[in-house]
């Protein structure tokens, strides 16, 4: 499953432009709505492939929404994506009222989430979607930790009826599934290392520091079991509670704010089926600063979003574990 000492990257949104024209050849039904980033999140390939089912309406965001609904009414599978700041940033209101709550096949395919989107700054780093996005009812939400995770999921939404919400990175992003056989299950979560004294539960770009994590603590005597949680909603709250009861402590990695996300939906299960520490590595409530590409790893440092405080948190949880 794993990729082991061999260590490589690929782009997630070059999986996802050639994931949706790979759909578009064999499903007629399927569309692209973009807003002047297609090139960006690579959605251009589609258009380049069937010029006549991409339609870029601008810089309107609340437009592409609505668009995208309106296709998915005349009966047509509507992919919709631009950045995360636009979308939802921009757009709360006509997703909520336009597509989750008549429960149209739109799905939210959008990039540059995170702290992690160059030299862009605060105003276009989205860390608070995932909280948005998880409370409005209907919505499903995912987030892949690499581009092999993006193919199978792109396919999953495309063949899975209502709203979707899909957060991707704007960097390439190490390659963590090698086999392609791996499930990939709407609600459920992967186990990528097994381990017995404490879990990491991960998504997105920190999935690979949260294994890196798993490394330095066996070096350590302790042993760590890592999960990619890409569902985040639904969420799989029999494996959270399984991990929660056979290991007694969990941390949490990922690229948004502490408040509401990963950290806080997987403390919400935990609390009503089997309570233990549990300690949140993110964003602690605060806007991010600018960085130059060559920088996106010393910027992550200096919010915490690093193996070594993955490591950091998963001592911390243990020392309050009563396991």
Known sequence: MLLGSEKRTAD??????????????????????GGDTTESLKTKKFGDKYPERMFNVGIAEANIVSVAAGLAIAGKIAFASTYAAFIPGRCIDQIRNTICYPYLN?????????????????????????????????????????AVAVKYLIRMVASTAGPFYMRLARPSSDIIYADQS??????????????????????????????????????KGISCRVVDMFSIKPIDNDLIA???????????????NVIGGLGGVVSEVIGETYPVPVKRVG???????????????VLLEHYGLTATEIVKAVLEARSRSRK
């Open 283 to 297: 964003i602690h409530d605060i806007f991010g600063e600018s960085a130059r590409d060559e920088e996106i790893d």
């Open 106 to 146: 739109v799905k939210l395919v959008v990039s540059h989430a995170g702290l992690t989107v160059g030299p862009d700054g605060a105003s276009h780093q989205q860390i608070e979607d995932v909280a948005e996005m998880r409370a409005i009812p209907n919505m499903r939400v995912l987030v892949p930790a690499d």
């Open 182 to 219: 791996t499930a990939f299950e709407l609600g459920r979560g992967n186990i990528l290392e097994d381990g017995s004294d404490a879990t990491i539960i991960g998504c997105g770009l920190m999935v690979s520091r949260a294994l890196e994590a798993a490394k330095e603590l066996k070096r």
């Open 12 to 33: 997630m949104r070059g999986a996802y432009g050639d994931t949706l024209v790979e759909l578009g050849r064999d499903d007629p039904r399927i569309v692209c709505v």
């Open 242 to 256: 399984r991990c929660a009861k056979e290991t007694g402590a969990i941390a949490t990695a990922e690229e948004h």
